[in-house]
């Protein structure tokens, strides 16, 4: 049986997408983040050393990383390859976008995000009154001169691919769509309408059976709007 360390508000919930589109059996171990510093709590430590989640227990193996996680999974279970580009006899162009979203929606996707989250938040944190303006002052420096841009490239580059395909490798769903459904989700809402592409993409896979059920089986998520 796959076991599913679901932290709540979390990448986990990509994993148990995932897993309904694949119709894979598998069990759910909760976790509630704290309220107050919405960190994990201690005892995913005792799962993974890193204390994050998404993990998964797979025949005795512990696994972290939302991508090897869903690299792992379709290797094994997707052998028709429903959700992924098969990789022979010759590299498609189909497999090259799978693998590049499949690495980007964490390596260069999330980072921008994370950061406007995180000045936002010590715009609003508990200080001395003294230091507010201060703090105030750095958040709104540090957006205006790095993680905006940064974050307008990013969105727009998303706003311009999904303009071209309906799916990030193609013409068909594939799993580097449920990888990517995080920053992407994250992003139209913030962006609201201003993404016209962003935004049905966000509406097709929301309108997605196994999306659907992955949701009531692991709780809505709204971590990053």
């Given at each position: 049986?796959?076991?599913?360390?679901?932290?709540?508000?979390?990448?986990?919930q990509?994993?148990?997408w995932?897993?309904?589109?694949?119709?894979?059996?598998y069990?759910?171990?909760?976790?509630?983040?704290?309220?107050?510093?919405?960190?994990a709590?201690?005892?995913?430590?005792?799962?993974?050393?890193?204390?994050?989640?998404?993990?998964?227990?797979?025949?005795?193996?512990?696994?972290?990383e939302?991508?090897?996680?869903?690299?792992?999974?379709?290797?094994?279970?997707?052998?028709?390859?429903?959700?992924s580009?098969?990789?022979?006899?010759?590299?498609?162009?189909?497999?090259?976008?799978?693998?590049?979203?499949?690495?980007?929606?964490?390596?260069?996707?999330?980072?921008?995000?994370?950061?406007?989250?995180?000045?936002?938040?010590?715009?609003?944190?508990p200080?001395?009154?003294?230091?507010?303006?201060?703090?105030?002052?750095?958040?709104?420096?540090?957006m205006?001169?790095?993680?905006?841009?940064?974050?307008?490239?990013?969105?727009?580059?998303?706003?311009?691919?999904?303009?071209?395909?309906?799916?990030?490798?193609?013409?068909?769903?594939?799993?580097?769509?449920?990888?990517?459904?995080?920053?992407?989700?994250?992003?139209?809402?913030?962006?609201?309408?201003?993404?016209?592409?962003?935004?049905?993409?966000?509406?097709?896979?929301?309108?997605?059976?196994?999306?659907?059920?992955?949701?009531?089986?692991?709780?809505?998520?709204?971590?990053?709007?």
């Amino acid at each position: 049986m796959i076991k599913v360390h679901h932290l709540n508000n979390s990448r986990s919930q990509r994993v148990l997408w995932l897993l309904e589109e694949l119709q894979l059996p598998y069990e759910i171990v909760r976790y509630q983040r704290d309220p107050k510093t919405m960190l994990a709590p201690p005892e995913l430590r005792a799962i993974h050393p890193l204390g994050k989640s998404p993990v998964v227990e797979l025949d005795g193996q512990v696994l972290a990383e939302s991508a090897a996680i869903i690299e792992t999974l379709t290797e094994r279970y997707d052998s028709q390859h429903q959700l992924s580009p098969p990789p022979h006899p010759l590299e498609s162009e189909e497999r090259r976008r799978y693998r590049y979203w499949l690495h980007y929606a964490e390596g260069s996707a999330m980072p921008p995000l994370l950061m406007s989250l995180v000045f936002a938040r010590l715009k609003t944190a508990p200080m001395p009154f003294f230091a507010k303006p201060i703090a105030r002052g750095i958040a709104d420096k540090a957006m205006s001169s790095f993680v905006g841009p940064q974050l307008a490239l990013h969105l727009g580059y998303i706003e311009s691919e999904l303009g071209q395909r309906p799916w990030f490798a193609g013409e068909r769903f594939t799993a580097a769509d449920i990888q990517m459904s995080f920053p992407v989700e994250a992003a139209a809402a913030r962006a609201g309408g201003k993404r016209p592409h962003t935004q049905a993409f966000v509406e097709r896979i929301r309108a997605r059976s196994a999306y659907q059920r992955a949701v009531e089986k692991g709780g809505p998520y709204s971590l990053l709007s």
